[in-house]
């Protein structure tokens, strides 16, 4: 079955086919530095990691390109508040610079724990503002742009199919009477500012042929997407809440300014709730007065002594168009469920020495995983089978490190062994050496190694 996708702008499954055969070129909107993940965040990554997976397992070549905002994201997703690095800086005192830095550390380090492949390239927003300087210039050349005081805009009224990715109505935007326009200047309320202008308190600034300033946040996504993949690229991925604004804008200002279509396949990922609610990274801090550990970020869940590769399995759980409530007894069955699988080992599987068994659940799973990344889908039927091989072919679209873990796992044991140990540390307690000899000799016959410890027996399974 060849790869089939979730395409946001026509609304259907199409069937994945690059535009340059075995090369998938793959955008995704990264992390802007300004706090900590939270596993919400981190949800739509592991979404990403599993397309670019399935991806590899097809066979293509994955060119993975994800930015880090380092500047102009603002505290809203259109252009009021604060640039979110500035507030963070004043809030640490720290320069904006340090405070990129630390918080992209910070998280590499998440993504590298829950064994999401790091994109081969991972430009930042600040090394690129003269490719965003050059696109505006395009733009301004195709006449798409008007200066104010506040900045240069983008004119969303000569962009005849603006919003079609959302599928908005721009009339009602552009007369809605609810909208607040923050900004004056503007001529309609979804034009957005590609240059800010005129910041004098603004830390991070740039010369440019407007004056001194800064980028806007829709406009790197662009400028970085282009300048690694080209004007028109196959696959940009990001949160559902981006739909509206950051792609729809990133759409408008790369078409306008290239006069070629910008994306083929648009995918977006469904939220993690907490609770019912959306998370925030601006209120990570935030305690409540629950006797259970408050889980925000990956350190928080790793704080109160979980796997973070058992979040990645939640993640699996769900599939990635659909909404994951997360809780403390979600997270509790996933260790279960996880711990399950690596207590799996070679000499048990059901599937060995049966190549056409084999190909038949390979094939299952595989159709499952194709079919617009039925990963949940996937791992009930890998699970069905309860096969090491199995397991440990198709670990290269899980990542859960099975083969490793398998060996390192505990498996705990069976009633049948506790209760032989249990005769054998009675038989030697009472100095019956004959019956313990003939104990340990059947917990051999059955695959453990057999030791005496300062409680008793002890039993190793030889397949650890
Ligand atoms: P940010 O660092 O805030 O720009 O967000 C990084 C990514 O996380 C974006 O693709 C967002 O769409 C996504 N995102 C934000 N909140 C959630 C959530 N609660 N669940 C899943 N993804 C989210
Ligand atoms: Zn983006």
Same mark, same amino acid.
């Given at each position: 079955m060849p790869v089939s996708l979730y395409n946001t702008m026509s609304r259907k499954k199409e069937v994945f086919e690059p535009l340059v055969p075995s090369t998938a070129r793959l955008y995704c909107c990264g992390p802007?530095?300004?706090?900590y993940a939270h596993i919400g965040n981190l949800r739509t990554y592991v979404f990403e990691d599993i397309l670019h997976r399935v991806l590899e397992f097809n066979g293509f070549k994955v060119m993975h390109v994800m930015n880090i905002t380092d500047v102009g994201h603002m505290t809203s997703d259109a252009d009021d508040g604060d640039d979110k690095m500035q507030t963070a800086a004043l809030r640490e005192n720290k320069s904006p610079w340090e405070i990129a830095k630390f918080y992209e550390d910070a998280f590499f380090l998440d993504t590298s724990r829950l064994n999401i492949i790091k994109p081969q390239v991972t430009p930042r927003a600040t090394e690129h503002v003269v490719e965003m300087i050059e696109l505006i210039q395009r733009l301004e050349a195709n006449g798409y742009t008007y200066v104010t005081t506040e900045g240069v805009y983008f004119d969303t009224s000569r962009n005849d199919d603006y919003g079609k990715l959302a599928r908005l109505q721009l009339e009602n935007q552009r007369t809605g009477r609810n909208e607040v326009v923050a900004d004056e200047t503007k001529r309609n309320p979804s034009d957005f500012v590609l240059w800010f202008l005129n910041?004098?308190?603004?830390i991070m600034k740039w010369e440019s042929p407007w004056g001194p300033g800064y980028p806007g946040w829709h406009i790197e996504c662009s400028a970085m997407s282009i300048k690694y993949l080209g004007e028109t690229f196959d696959i940009h991925c990001g949160g559902v809440d981006h739909i509206p604004v950051h792609h729809t804008n990133e759409i408008a200002q790369s078409e306008c300014a290239t006069h070629a279509p910008f994306v083929k396949y648009w995918m977006h990922g469904e939220f993690l709730l907490m609770n019912g609610g959306k998370l925030s990274k601006s209120k990570l801090t935030q305690q409540t007065n629950d006797q259970r550990p408050k889980i925000s970020t990956l350190q928080t869940m790793i704080d109160a002594g979980y796997d973070p590769l058992s979040y990645r399995y939640l993640c699996l759980? #769900?599939?990635?168009?659909s909404e994951l409530n997360f809780s403390l007894e979600a997270l509790d069955a996933s260790t279960a469920g996880l711990r399950k699988v690596y207590s799996l080992r070679p000499e048990t599987d059901?599937? #060995?020495?049966d190549a056409e068994a084999y190909q038949t659940a390979r094939r299952r799973v595989l159709d499952a995983m194709n079919d617009d990344l039925g990963v949940p889908q996937a791992v009930g039927i890998l699970n069905s089978y309860g096969s090491y091989s199995l397991w440990a072919e198709f670990d290269a679209v899980v990542g859960i490190d099975f083969v490793k873990r398998a060996k390192t796992t505990d498996v705990e044991l069976p009633a049948e062994v506790l209760e032989l140990i249990a005769k054998r540390n009675e038989a030697r307690k009472t100095r019956q050496w004959a019956a313990s000899d003939a104990l340990r000799d059947q917990l051999i016959g059955m695959g453990y190694e057999v030791g005496d410890g300062a409680q008793g027996t002890t039993v190793k399974s030889r397949s650890l």
């Open positions: 802007t530095v300004y706090n910041k004098p308190t603004h759980q #769900a599939h990635y168009r059901p599937l #060995a020495g």
